[in-house]
């Protein structure tokens, strides 16, 4: 059974970067059928598609986002991360990594707080 | 880029049947939606792909309690038999070749 994991920091201070992992196990990330994704979900709102990346490392972003977003794979450990730079109040969220096309898998999701 | 029309919000009896509807911007009513299920506090679930012939596919053990259909730009998730953990939200998903985006959500409250 495919499963994916969120890790990283909880909190993040104004204008620093959040990062974040998605670790992949019962299956492999390096599969051409599928790709993978992060979204995200501020509190009490709708999901946000951040962006999307390949094994082979060939990205889309989210336009509202990508001047601050990189997703980057690595295969050798099965995982694919999230970096967002300059952050504010407003990427408070839980933040959810996924199994492209269809999203058909995700990860638990992990609340993120910029606070100082 | 498409856009996703969803009612915020939808109420139904136990037992009875509702049907959440997923308008696609102008241009794009062939597109594949996704449809995911979000229970209160938990992550989002997969539930099913509708293409834009009204084809669906469920994901692995959603019960045949769900379905899916399409007419044009109208994308549609209906639920028969309501059951009281069938009260989340429900998002609809679709995407191009450079892009994706959700709906905004609809709820659903079991009476």
């Known amino acids: 059974q495919l499963q994916l994991q969120e890790s990283g920091p909880g909190l993040v201070k104004p204008s620093e970067t959040l990062s974040l992992t998605c670790t992949v196990s019962?299956?492999?990330?390096?599969?051409?059928?599928?790709?993978w994704g992060w979204i995200r979900q501020p509190p009490g709102k709708g999901l946000e598609w951040i962006g999307s990346?390949?094994?082979?490392?060939?990205?889309h972003y989210n336009p509202s986002l990508k001047s601050r977003v990189t997703i980057s794979v690595d295969t050798s450990k099965n995982q694919f991360s999230l970096k967002l730079t300059s952050v504010t109040a407003a990427d408070t969220a839980v933040y959810y990594c996924?199994?492209?096309?269809?999203?058909?898998?995700w990860g638990q999701g992990t609340l993120v707080t910029v606070s100082s | 880029q498409p856009v996703l029309t969803q009612s915020s919000s939808a109420s139904a009896s136990l037992g009875s049947s509702v049907k959440f509807t997923c308008t696609l911007s102008?241009?794009?009513?062939?597109?594949?939606i996704v449809w995911h299920q979000q229970q209160p506090g938990k992550a989002p679930r997969y539930l099913m792909k509708v293409e834009g012939s009204g084809t669906y596919n469920r994901g692995s053990g959603v019960p045949d309690r769900f379905s899916g259909s399409s007419s044009g730009a109208d994308h549609y998730l209906t639920i028969s038999n309501l059951q009281s953990e069938d009260e989340a939200d429900y998002y609809c998903?679709?995407?191009?070749?450079?892009?994706?985006?959700f709906g905004g959500g609809t709820k659903l409250s079991v009476l």
């Open positions: 996924a199994r492209l096309p269809n999203n058909d898998y």
């Open positions: 019962g299956g492999s990330i390096s599969s051409s059928t599928y790709y």
């Open positions: 998903e679709t995407w191009d070749s450079s892009t994706r985006v």
């Open positions: 102008n241009g794009h009513s062939r597109y594949i």
């Open positions: 990346i390949y094994y082979s490392g060939s990205t």
